[in-house]
């Protein structure tokens, strides 16, 4: 028996209950997707207070974006060779410390930076969290336990909205950012103390650091140069330069993977999966249409039907509700169903829901025209995560399911940050062919063609889906099944 099957022996006896096991990834995974969207509502009282431009002002989410998307690939291999738990309390760690320092920040350029390095806590920490459910839960307890964690992630978009209102208008925008502390600390407390940890031994332990800044590299001159269309436009030489940067050193680090690096940070050989190529394919669309379709909604809620940041707050709570539902619903069938049927429900209801959503007006009201769309299009992304998540880990082996997780991860971040990039882009374009580009009918013609375009998106994602092979059933041929008596998910 190898060392590497010793341990994983050994940790399969594990004494803490499911739930707590559970409990841990799940949280932090809520801190890492709510605070993509937590500090959307709070941004006009951020700009204010640290006298931000409105140029400058997106980068407090961008500029954690564009860390959490490109160190994610690394946060994935780090939790195989160091062990989940290790890079789960390291990433943990940062991140709540740039919590507690972005709420006490005092410039912009303070908040900006502090928002990069807690993009790397949550690149370091999000894939550990799907690395701890995968390497927990077998046989039909892992579509429910995926289920749950994908719940909780594609809720997070919509809390986030919620709980940034309601902190901003009862106490101060800095709360969206303490607000992450307890958790944190609870986390930690219960990581150490009922996390066993696991790791591939057989790994050698050195991380592709030179990989690692070449891919890092290559997606923040993407999404910086994406990012920045909305200021300098698509033909701009800015724009271009950054495209060919980003070109570039994704050209040099496909040669270092494939020609140099003896421990690639990326072994593309997981490629050569159908399920996993796809899923995360899917993942880039779906995910990308998403993350942009919160910050859409946002400000047709304050700009259009003139709501306060707690009203705000409370639009978003249905959706919330509908996405945990719907995760709900795909973790229980998954089993019976298989993840295709799923992924091809929820597309077609995601296609569905924006183009109703597109059709809003300058007179449209939240429970007569949105309330319904919006609450398809969230309960169509419960049904789509956790069955994504499943099949871009079911073919990788245990030892490699960090670097799966990190892969999907990254594929919905860098998918969020260039849809949004693209849909405020073409918002923008539309809304500047009238007369008052900042009239009420101008925005609103500007947000109907950035739901037009989502809707496009996840359309492209259900062609995608076709191509996905039937998982039925392939969970509990890939993972052994361990006695009811020992848990009960």
């Known amino acids: 028996m190898s060392e590497t099957e ?7 006896h594990r004494h803490a209950p499911d739930w707590i096991i559970l409990l841990i990834a799940c949280v932090a995974q809520f801190m890492v997707v709510l605070d993509v969207s937590i500090v959307n509502v709070a941004l006009p009282s951020m700009q204010r207070s640290l006298h931000f431009s409105l140029s400058n002002a997106q980068w407090v989410v ?62 370091i920490l999000s894939p550990a969290t799907l690395t701890i459910i995968v390497t927990t839960f077998q046989g039909p307890r ?12 594609g809720a997070g978009g919509a809390v986030g909205g919620l709980l940034g209102g309601i902190l901003t208008g009862y106490a101060s925008w800095r ?10 600390i609870i986390a930690t407390v219960l990581a150490r103390t009922f996390l066993r940890e696991m790791r591939n031994r057989d790994a050698a332990v050195k991380l ?62 997981i490629f050569r999966s159908r399920t996993l190529s796809t899923a995360n394919i899917v993942m880039f669309l779906i995910g990308g249409a998403f993350f942009a379709m919160w910050y859409f909604l946002t400000f047709y809620f304050q700009n259009i039907l003139g709501y306060d940041p707690v009203r705000t707050g409370f639009a978003f709570l249905p959706m919330a509700l509908a996405i945990i539902a719907g995760a709900q619903l795909s973790s229980r069938i ?20 924006f183009l109703w959503i597109s059709l809003i007006k300058t007179n449209s009201t939240y429970w ?47 998918g969020g940050a260039i849809a949004l990039a693209v849909l405020a882009t073409a918002a923008t374009s539309r809304s500047a062919t009238f007369l008052h580009p900042t009239s009420p009918i101008a925005l609103v013609d500007g947000y109907q063609r950035a739901f037009q375009i989502s809707a496009l998106i996840t ?31």
């Not at 010793?6 to 399969?12: C, F, V």
């Not at 892992?142 to 992630?153: D, F, N």
């Not at 359309?459 to 009960?488: D, H, M, N, W, Y």
Request: positive net charge.
């Open 208 to 269: 592709d650091i030179t990989g690692a800044v070449l891919v890092t590299g290559s997606l923040a001159s993407l999404i910086y140069g994406v990012v920045n269309t909305t200021i300098h436009g698509w033909g701009s030489s800015s724009t271009l330069t950054w495209f060919f940067l980003g070109a570039v050193l994704m050209i040099g680090f496909l040669f270092w993977e494939l020609k140099i690096a003896s421990h690639p940070l990326v072994p593309f050989r």
């Open 6 to 12: 010793s341990e994983n022996l050994a940790t399969s």
């Open 142 to 153: 892992l579509p429910k336990a995926i289920g749950a964690w994908s719940a909780v992630a």
């Open 459 to 489: 359309f492209v994602g259900l062609i995608v889906s076709f191509a996905l092979p039937p998982l039925t059933g392939r969970q509990q041929q890939l993972k052994p099944e361990i006695p009811a008596s020992e848990s009960a998910i």
């Open 175 to 184: 709360w969206v950012f303490f607000i992450n502390v307890p958790f944190g």
């Open 62 to 123: 961008n500029a954690y974006i564009l860390t959490f998307g490109g160190f994610l690939l690394l946060g994935g291999r780090a939790a195989d060779i160091f062990g989940r738990r290790r890079v789960y309390v390291t990433g943990l760690t940062i991140f709540t410390l740039a919590s507690i320092g972005a709420g006490f920040a005092s410039s912009g350029t303070q908040m900006i930076a502090i928002r990069a390095l807690q993009g790397v806590g949550g690149a």
């Open 368 to 414: 007569g025209d949105l309330f319904l769309p919006s609450v398809v299009c969230a309960f169509a992304i419960g049904l789509l995560f956790a069955p994504l998540a499943t099949a871009a880990t079911a073919d990788v082996d245990r030892s490699e399911s960090g670097l799966a997780s990190g892969v999907l991860n990254a594929a919905r971040t860098v």
């Open 334 to 353: 998954l089993t019976k169903t298989g993840v295709k049927p799923l992924l091809l429900v929820g597309s077609s209801l995601a296609t569905l829901g």
